[in-house]
RNA sequence: GGCGCUAUCGUCUAGGGGUCCAGGACAGGUGGUUCUCAGCCAUCAGACCGGGGUUCGAAUCCCCGUAGCGCUACCA
């Protein structure tokens, strides 16, 4: 059997960290198996839905990587990939439950409820629909659908228990009589979405559905209405959720920690780290590595190795694992990943000089948006000299060496890191000077900073005119 | 309230009866390396939710508690 995987966002905000992880964890399993990934658009919450929103999800999507064999826009055979584009098919499979008796109209109000459930609550009772509607008599029915009062579809919940076997939580059972008859479309038209995720993961041909906890307690429902319809049901595995640090879903409102896939990218978090993070967040590799690149995921990753427990988000090891994607990046990634964040001086320059300053400067990111200030001083700014770099340049024997310096810089041959290095250690040799004493004068002198990218390098590219008047400026 | 899921260092986790006085990683402490920060290296500290069983032996299996979370919607 061939493997189908499904992502199925609904549009009601930007992507989730979670909803990212769900979705690399299809696309891992559906590249596994040398099986589809389906991007499917859950968009019946007409409220809540918005054209941005599934823009913003299908960038984010973009810009990680995760990229998709059939979805909106792509036209493949099991289309449209929008549920508000297929509301045809819900009304007439729904409308095959009804003639089968399967379902019935429901003429129970919102207000009504509402409060039958507060007093079912009230009383101890469970707070399911009391299924009044189910015992209409025909004529009744028939009344009520004359006189076009508005009306919902319920499902008539048969007293069974169902059993799941989960691919990742193992069986779960789940007794009889705890689920009450539950809408499967609304007075509106709509599908709920229970209802529309059974249709479309069967019309879809969906072979694995791999989604988030949350949905767990649901699955007895769309059991009920695989064998309502006679159709086989896939197989499920539910993944834990990622948690606040108060161990809550991980939400915008209680936590601390940025929730959107889009800020970390404007965070300056590159999407291969992200990704890593997110991955091992809830699967091990089964050995040691703390970060895996998408090819080693794709040996590695197996639903078996993911774990049962909710995990909380730790933006101190994202960031980890940022910084080392940064320091080992290629200077082609890292001006693909880094263009974004250069700082206006640096913009106008030919790309390999934008790689070699990257290249000089990574090994003191953590992220991206470190970019400009670890810049600042390799492109020849005027930055007035700090607090510690006045102190530096005002010890004894620092104007002697800068004015040495610049000097010998003047005569030099060929400018390049090699060169400043050689004459610098040279100066410093004939006036006795070294370590510590030798460089942090000359670094003030340069970038006003006492700290910063290694300072040949920073030499090197400040160019020969500008290092030497700010030697002079400093011996001065 | 009901049902379900989960429970190892602050955090992510390894562990699936003896090899565990519980291993790795992030964060934290200390030291080393480097002109400096970062990095890197070394090193220290830090956990099996509680109680009962089963067993010669339990972090690992079972039961009962407890706690957290999820679901219980004409949200997804």
Redesign the pocket.
């Known amino acids: 059997m061939s493997v189908r995987v499904r992502f ?3 549009p ?1 905000g930007w992507l989730h960290v979670g909803g990212a992880r769900t979705a690399y964890f299809n696309w891992l399993y559906a590249r596994q198996h040398r099986g589809q990934l389906v991007l499917r658009i ?4 007409v ?3 918005s054209d941005d929103a599934e823009r913003g999800v299908l960038e984010d999507l973009a810009w990680l990587g995760l990229d998709h064999d059939e979805g909106p826009g792509s036209a493949g055979p099991h289309g449209p990939y929008r ?1 508000s584009e297929r509301l045809p098919l819900y009304r007439r499979r729904a409308d095959e439950l009804l003639e089968r008796g399967l379902v019935y109209p ?5 207000a009504d ?1 509402e409060r039958r ?1 507060q007093a079912a ?1 009230a009383t ?6 009391d299924g009044r509607c189910r015992a209409l008599t025909v004529a009744e029915r028939e009344r009520r659908l004359g006189a076009r009062e ?3 579809l ?1 499902f008539a919940v048969a007293g069974l228990e169902w059993v799941l076997e989960d691919l990742v ?7 009889a ?4 008859d ?2 499967v479309l ?3 038209g ?5 209802f ?2 059974v249709v479309d993961d069967a019309g879809m041909e969906i072979s694995h559905v791999i989604r988030a ?6 699955t007895p429902r769309q059991l009920m209405l695989y064998a309502a319809f006679d159709w086989t049901p896939p197989r499920f595995a ?1 993944v ?2 990622i ?1 606040n ?5 991980m ?1 915008k409102r209680s936590g601390e920690a940025a929730v959107a896939v889009g800020d970390y990218r404007r965070a300056g978090v590159v999407p291969e780290a992200l990704l890593s993070y997110l991955a ?5 590799p ?1 050995d ?1 590595r ?1 970060i895996l690149t998408r090819a080693e995921l794709l040996e590695a990753f197996s639903l ?2 993911v ?8 933006p ?2 994202l ?2 694992v940022n ?2 994607y940064l ?1 080992h990046a290629s200077g082609a990634d890292l001006l693909r990943w880094g263009a974004g964040f250069l700082p206006a001086a640096a913009r106008g320059l030919a790309a390999a000089d934008q790689i070699r300053l990257l290249e000089a400067v990574r ?4 992220t991206l948006a470190d970019l400009p200030g670890e810049l600042a001083p390799m492109l020849g700014e005027e930055t007035a000299p700090d607090e510690e770099a006045r102190a530096v340049l005002g010890a004894p024997r620092s104007r002697e060496i800068c004015a040495a310096l610049a000097d010998n810089l003047e005569r030099l041959a060929d400018w390049s890191a090699e060169a400043v290095k050689s004459a610098l250690l040279a100066e410093g040799k004939r006036l006795g000077i070294k ?2 004493e ?3 004068p ?2 003030a002198a340069l970038t006003g ?10 030499a090197g590219t400040l160019g020969r005119e500008r290092c030497i008047a700010r030697l002079r400026a400093a011996a001065r």
């Open positions: 199925a966002p609904s009601t859950e968009d019946t919450d409220e809540r839905s549920q429901c003429f129970c109000t919102d409820l459930r609550l101890g009772r469970p707070p399911h629909y508005p009306y919902s319920r939580r193992g069986r779960v059972r789940f007794p009589g705890v689920v009450g539950f809408v609304r007075s509106s709509l599908p709920t979405y229970n529309a995720c906890e949350e949905h767990l307690a649901n539910h834990p959720l948690l640090r108060d161990r809550t879903k939400s091992l967040l809830g699967f091990h089964g040691d703390e078996e190795r774990g049962r427990s909710g995990s909380v988000f730790d101190d090891k960031r980890w910084a080392h320091h090994g003191n990111l953590a370590g510590r030798l460089f942090q000359v670094r900073r006492v700290h910063g990218p290694e300072l040949p390098v920073v």
